[in-house]
């Protein structure tokens, strides 16, 4: 399973960028010390925090899906990607900003913040016990940040027909959508955006039927009725913090925390796609 989310992850990340000017090593005489420098740091954050893995790859794959891998969301301003509602819960920020200031001490204006990106989400999946991978690199940073743009970046609310769309017009597949959604492996949600399927998902005050009924207390548990709703809810209930394939067993038991993930194991032809490469076996 490993060699299959390296490939799918590279796919996307090559897909998504300006292929033509990308080569691994692109920096090796520049400024050699530029990988290097974003390993120590993520790792630095993530023995502080091992959440800080989901974040930061959560906000490589925000900024991948809109306007390709350029950076762009990185950008503050209250009309950019990064003030978007969808975006409004990225993490990671501080651990970009930091390796960038670390970078330009050393190689001012030689290393683009959408390359530090890239491999900052490459580090925080191997130190969740991921795999690794070449990350080539050679990006220039994009100048345009638009909320706009933002709009058809995934939701926790997506039916499958949206999700598949969203994908298909990246150039992806049922398989790629599939794949992807298992980085949720390391991450997690609010409980704002599971209330409705614990508690009033018919709007007769039962719960989702697709969630095992074992499940369903522990859920409960941590996101009352009338609870916090910024509490945060690991996505994979059994090891947040690795990057592993209990996700996808998860979700074909019952045990998805979000009913986008869990549609993906009713739908005939995500689950079928996921099947490919035993995703949801």
């Known amino acids: 399973m490993e060699g299959l989310w390296l490939v799918v992850l590279v796919i996307f990340v090559m897909a998504l960028s300006v292929q033509s000017q990308l080569k691994t090593g692109f920096y090796s005489t520049s400024c050699s010390k530029?990988?290097?420098i974003v390993r120590s740091t993520v790792e630095s954050y993530f023995k502080k925090d091992p959440t800080i893995a989901a974040g930061?790859?959560?906000l490589h794959f925000h900024d991948c899906f809109v306007q390709g891998c350029d950076g762009s969301v990185l950008i503050a301003g209250s009309s950019s990607e990064r003030n978007a509602l969808p975006n409004l819960g990225l993490r990671g920020f501080e651990v970009i900003d930091d390796a960038k200031s670390q970078i330009e001490a050393l190689c001012p204006g030689v290393v683009?913040?959408?390359?530090?990106?890239a491999l900052a989400a490459r580090d925080a999946v191997?130190?969740?016990d991921g795999p690794s991978w070449s990350v080539p690199t050679g990006r220039r940073d994009g100048r345009v940040s638009s909320s706009s743009q933002a709009s058809n970046l995934p939701s926790p609310?997506?039916?499958v027909a949206v999700q598949k769309k969203n994908f298909s017009d990246k150039g992806l597949d049922d398989h790629d959508l599939v794949t992807l959604v298992g980085a949720h492996t390391i991450g997690q949600t609010h409980c704002q955006f599971i209330r409705y399927r614990l508690y009033n998902f018919t709007t007769t005050g039962n719960a989702d039927p697709t969630i095992n009924q074992s499940f369903l207390p522990q859920l409960q548990a941590l996101c009352p009725r009338n609870g916090d709703g910024t509490k945060p809810v690991p996505l994979d209930k059994d090891s947040q913090t690795d990057f592993d394939t209990s996700f996808f067993k998860n979700v074909r038991d019952g045990n998805g925390v979000l009913e986008s993930?869990?549609?993906l194991w009713d739908d005939a032809a995500t689950h079928k796609a996921g099947g490919r490469d035993s995703d949801f076996n």
């Open 34 to 36: 530029a990988e290097a």
């Open 126 to 128: 191997d130190l969740s």
């Open 112 to 117: 683009s913040c959408a390359d530090i990106l």
């Open 157 to 159: 609310l997506d039916t």
């Open 56 to 58: 930061l790859l959560r």
């Open 261 to 263: 993930d869990q549609r």
